[in-house]
């Protein structure tokens, strides 16, 4: 079993860097052409072609805490793609075009979560299903999760997160204007600490576990 979820690791991280990654950030680039913002198009980011949206540093580290987290039992992953370039000041809507951009990458993860518990949803209900196809079953559950995670994750209102241009967005103009810049700067340093300090129970896994646990089971009915 330890060494089918490592092999299952090892599938799923292929499948978010040449699949789901690059669906997340043309989302964003596709939201932000459709609402009359070309510069991601400009750059050659308006595709799904998983090398143009490949980051370094963000991929090795989905495979490192994905393979580190299954090989001790768990599952955890931390990883992002070369964020989408969007100039916000070409975005119709006003203020909303920017909050519907940003969402839009994180929506993509819901429905590729929801994708992958369409088959294991069957799986669920055919529990004879898991001993002969083991492999998919484990494959499905991870890429299932990681999009779950994605998705909440992205969704912080903290730069540089999606969520925190949807949240600049419902903020008045002076208040955005007056802590934007601040958590801008600090943003980063600050998902740090709520994510991985103390270590072995962050604040963050106790805020998001629950959430995680009641939409996997929302879509695979478990």
Same mark, same amino acid.
């Given at each position: 079993?330890? +060494?089918?979820?490592?092999?299952?690791?090892?599938?799923?991280?292929?499948?978010?860097?040449?699949?789901?990654?690059?669906?997340?950030?043309?989302?964003?680039?596709?939201?932000? %052409?459709?609402?009359?913002?070309?510069?991601?198009?400009?750059?050659?980011? /308006?595709?799904?072609?998983?090398?143009?949206?490949?980051?370094?540093?963000?991929?090795?580290?989905?495979?490192? +805490?994905? /393979?580190?987290?299954?090989?001790?039992?768990?599952?955890?992953?931390?990883?992002?793609?070369?964020?989408?370039?969007?100039?916000?000041?070409?975005?119709?809507?006003?203020?909303?075009?920017?909050?519907?951009?940003? #969402?839009?990458?994180?929506?993509?993860?819901?429905?590729?979560?929801?994708?992958?518990?369409?088959?294991?949803?069957?799986?669920?209900?055919?529990?004879?299903?898991?001993?002969?196809?083991?492999?998919?079953?484990?494959?499905?559950?991870? #890429?299932? #999760?990681?999009?779950?995670?994605?998705?909440?994750?992205?969704?912080?209102?903290?730069?540089? /997160?999606?969520?925190?241009?949807?949240?600049? +967005?419902?903020?008045?103009?002076? +208040?955005? %204007?007056?802590?934007?810049?601040?958590?801008?700067?600090?943003?980063?340093?600050?998902?740090?600490?709520? #994510?991985?300090?103390?270590?072995?129970?962050?604040?963050?896994?106790?805020?998001?576990?629950?959430?995680?646990?009641?939409?996997?089971?929302?879509?695979?009915?478990?």
């Amino acid at each position: 079993m330890p +060494t089918e979820r490592i092999l299952a690791a090892v599938i799923v991280i292929a499948i978010m860097l040449l699949v789901a990654f690059p669906i997340h950030e043309f989302a964003h680039a596709l939201a932000a %052409w459709r609402l009359g913002d070309g510069t991601a198009k400009l750059f050659g980011r /308006l595709t799904l072609n998983p090398i143009v949206h490949f980051d370094p540093i963000g991929g090795i580290l989905l495979a490192v +805490t994905t /393979l580190a987290s299954v090989s001790s039992g768990g599952f955890f992953a931390f990883g992002w793609a070369k964020p989408t370039p969007v100039n916000p000041m070409n975005l119709r809507n006003g203020r909303y075009g920017e909050a519907i951009v940003a #969402f839009a990458g994180p929506a993509s993860n819901l429905v590729l979560a929801t994708a992958g518990a369409i088959p294991l949803r069957y799986m669920y209900d055919h529990p004879e299903l898991f001993e002969q196809f083991g492999l998919l079953a484990l494959t499905l559950q991870l #890429f299932v #999760f990681l999009n779950i995670i994605l998705m909440l994750f992205n969704l912080v209102p903290i730069p540089p /997160l999606d969520g925190s241009k949807i949240l600049f +967005t419902f903020l008045s103009p002076r +208040t955005a %204007w007056q802590w934007r810049p601040i958590l801008e700067q600090y943003g980063f340093i600050i998902l740090i600490v709520v #994510f991985f300090f103390p270590p072995g129970n962050p604040i963050g896994s106790l805020v998001f576990s629950p959430l995680i646990d009641a939409i996997y089971g929302l879509l695979v009915g478990a």
